[in-house]
């Protein structure tokens, strides 16, 4: 675990020697007005002596605002931040916990220090949700949270020291909550390890990420901390004999090579070792990058020589080796990585960077000094582009409205686990793993999204809801008019599935005319359950209304057509309907018997005749939530059809005294056989492609029957699939209709295709 601060110079009193602690502070940072930190001292020591009473929790067990406040302006030192930053981290503390009122701080500091505290104030609220507070229990509702989200980035975006700030005190925090109870080191450490420690891997504050990383795995998984840790410590020694030898050897080959650098032993965290382990289900011993080294030289053009050297003395490992100065990562890291085969075979990392990347590495946003545009510096882009990410998750927030979207999108946009596109310039863009094309076009830009016919991946045409992997390049083939299809809404075929892309679409169908998505989704309905084998005349749509929260039908397929209601609630809807209809108690009177409704073990119920056996009819094959009726057999019970079953109504014209009613029972994962008629076109790995997708949904092919046309190059498969619900039923025939060749996927009805 790295350490970033130093001790506080204390007397043997126990006080601390303050003017000691400014002179350290001047050596780490340049300080304008050292009398104005001086005076923030006092006034932090001030109201610490002052007032004895904690008024908020998180104050407990600590070493008091004043030494809280030292302890976070040496982490700002650190980070190279100016005057007015170090005077507002003094201070916090002691605004936080009311022992210093903000009116006094304003007059005696000025409006802009008083405005960096009310932004780290604001930002603060965003742990409310998990940390309970004493006299504010803000366990409230979901648009309060959403509001504080939505503060802490507006102040993020107007100072970026803000954020700083706060990750300052977070990480005095975690630090100081050692002493706390085993419920208060959860709490905090679950807020750090979720929201700050992403953070700062964004604005590529390196140190101090892996600091509240490790340390936040302490208190979350104090078990596996300590078996990786005692690890570490029984080969520590050597470890570190190995990379002395590894250290000398190097320094030596770049002094021969006239490279003027320094070659030190790197260490391995703690929390990444578990997560390597984790994510690549291997044991301690197969972690080869425990011994590391870092290369730092002056010029970029030192570090291609310097690899060069490394690999002329050993063998490199393939497919380990990772060129982030010609490409970036996202925020802003600059770095050569390479695994070789060392002394003795040994496996050792190695990282080669300049000084200036170094710097950047650790510090990150903070090697720019840019704040409200006063930086002129060259590389400030990637400051920008961190502002602009933050401006973002802004935006999409508008477009959502007050919906737990929000935080969904905000935590997904945090995580390390995400994706590396190239776009057809080169240019690097982060996505969220799972991303498709037209995500990529929406991240892009909101109009290319709009505007997406297609899609290539280095240089080949992909299907728009093809899975985009780390390294691709991909271009996006676009229209001359906006033109989103509603079918990017629809869950299972899988187009969109980042949240600010499908909020994109969304919210463009939502200004298009009433009428338009009225009709648009009166249609899907209609055609969805026209493939389903639905019949319309038997479902009260009103009721279905009712269920959706809509109070009328137009209202609804209005809804459906802009995005706002999925067609799956609709179907759900209908099923319910239908079942609830078929068991209504009513219907026993008019049966001339009195007999006990038997429930059968297909999931059907025999009325007025007890103890039958009871076969679903394979000419129409009926799923639950289906019209169905019975006829009594010869011998094999009483065979169960769809109403509109063609075979049925033959049945029932010439022997209606056969006829009885039947209705679905209640029963749990009962399955039913359904017949599915596909068209295609003739191709290799046809059958093969349905298949899969079969076994993806954990669907079971009880038949299936292939005729091939060779004359008109047609294949038509007719499936025999087991079937729980009307809603997998749809789900499956969407995911199959996406199949390249197919042309037409819908349930057979009455054993007859259409």
């Given at each position: ?110 409006k802009p220090i008083a405005q960096l505290i009310m ?101 979350l998984k104090p078990n596996d901390y300590k078996h ?408 094999r019970g009483i065979s169960v059809h769809r109403e ?111």
């Amino acid at each position: 675990m790295v350490k970033v601060r130093q001790d506080q110079p204390i007397r043997d009193d126990g006080s601390v020697d303050v003017e000691l602690w400014l002179e350290r502070l001047q050596d780490l940072t340049d300080i304008d007005d050292i009398d104005a930190v001086r005076r923030a001292c006092d006034m932090s020591k001030q109201a610490q002596k002052n007032t004895d009473e904690v008024e908020d929790i998180w104050a407990e067990n600590t070493e008091g605002c004043f030494r809280t406040g030292l302890e976070m302006a040496q982490i700002l030192a650190d980070l190279h931040q100016d005057q007015e930053s170090i005077i507002a981290a003094i201070l916090y503390r002691a605004v936080r916990e009311r022992k210093l009122p903000m009116e006094r701080v304003r007059k005696q500091f000025g409006k802009p220090i008083a405005q960096l505290i009310m932004g780290v104030l604001q930002m603060a609220a965003i742990g409310s949700r998990k940390n309970p507070r004493i006299d504010d229990n803000v366990l409230g509702s979901d648009t309060t949270q959403m509001d504080n989200l939505r503060k802490m980035l507006v102040a993020m975006i107007d100072d970026v020291r803000v954020a700083l700030i706060k990750i300052a005190e977070r990480t005095c925090a975690i630090r100081g909550v050692k002493n706390g109870s085993r419920r208060k080191r959860y709490l905090v450490a679950r807020e750090v390890f979720d929201i700050y420690a992403p953070l700062a891997h964004r604005l590529g504050i390196g140190h101090i990420k892996w600091e509240l990383e490790d340390l936040s795995f302490r208190y979350l998984k104090p078990n596996d901390y300590k078996h990786i840790a005692n690890l570490l410590d029984e080969k520590r020694l050597d470890r570190q004999d190995y990379i002395d030898q590894i250290v000398v050897r190097l320094e030596s080959e770049l002094e021969n090579a006239n490279i003027d650098g320094e070659v030190n032993g790197r260490a391995k965290h703690i929390y990444s070792i578990w997560r390597k382990m984790q994510r690549k289900n291997i044991e301690f011993s197969q972690v080869y990058d425990v011994r590391a080294v870092r290369i730092l030289v002056p010029e970029s053009r030192d570090c291609y020589a310097a690899l060069g050297i490394v690999h002329s003395l050993w063998r490199n490992i393939p497919h380990e080796f990772d060129d982030y100065i010609a490409s970036p990562k996202p925020n802003g890291y600059r770095s050569l990585h390479t695994a070789v085969f060392g002394l003795d075979g040994k496996v050792l990392e190695i990282q080669i960077r300049t000084f200036d990347m170094h710097e950047e590495a650790e510090l990150g946003v903070c090697a720019h000094h840019l704040y409200k545009g006063t930086d002129t510096k060259s590389n400030s882009d990637a400051y920008e582009d961190k502002i602009a990410w933050l401006r973002q998750v802004l935006e999409w927030h508008d477009d959502l409205g007050e919906s737990e979207g929000f935080g969904e999108m905000l935590r997904g946009d945090v995580v390390q686990d995400r994706l590396y596109i190239f776009t057809p310039d080169g240019h690097v863009i982060d996505m969220p793993k799972g991303a498709t094309p037209i995500d990529f076009a929406y991240r892009v830009h909101t109009e290319i999204g709009h505007r997406c016919r297609g899609a290539k991946i280095n240089g080949r045409i992909v299907p728009l809801n093809r899975r985009l992997h780390t390294g691709d390049q991909v271009e996006i083939m676009t229209g001359s008019e906006e033109r989103p299809r509603r079918d990017w809404l629809n869950m299972n075929l899988g187009f969109v599935t980042t949240p600010r892309a499908r909020a994109k679409v969304a919210h463009w169908f939502k200004f298009q005319a009433k009428e338009q998505n009225a009709d648009a989704g009166r249609a899907m309905v209609i055609k969805e359950f026209k493939r389903l084998a639905i019949d319309l005349d038997d479902l009260n749509f009103s009721k279905i209304c009712d269920d959706v929260n809509y109070k009328t039908i137009e209202d609804m397929y209005a809804a459906l057509g802009a995005g706002d209601l999925r067609l799956s609630q609709i179907i759900n809807s209908a099923q319910s309907q239908i079942l609830a209809e078929d068991v209504d108690e009513q219907l026993d009177l008019a049966l001339p018997s009195h007999h006990e409704t038997e429930v059968r073990p297909e999931g059907v119920k025999v009325r007025g005749v007890g103890n039958l056996l009871s076969t679903m009819a394979s000419c129409c094959t009926p799923v639950l939530g289906d019209q169905i009726a019975g006829y009594i057999t010869q011998g094999r019970g009483i065979s169960v059809h769809r109403e509109d079953c063609s075979n049925f109504i033959q049945l029932q014209e010439k022997e209606p005294e056969r006829i009885i009613e039947v209705d679905w029972g209640v029963s749990g994962e009962t399955t039913y056989p359904v017949d599915i008629f596909i068209e295609a076109f003739d191709r290799p790995g046809l059958l093969r492609d349905v298949m899969l997708i079969m076994a993806a949904e954990n669907v079971n092919i009880v038949a299936a029957n292939t005729l091939s046309d060779k004359r008109e190059n047609m294949a038509r498969l007719t499936l025999t699939v087991e079937i729980s619900s009307l809603d997998l039923l749809g789900r499956v025939m969407d995911k199959v209709n996406q199949i390249p060749n197919v042309m037409e996927v819908y349930r057979q009805r009455s054993g007859i295709v259409r």
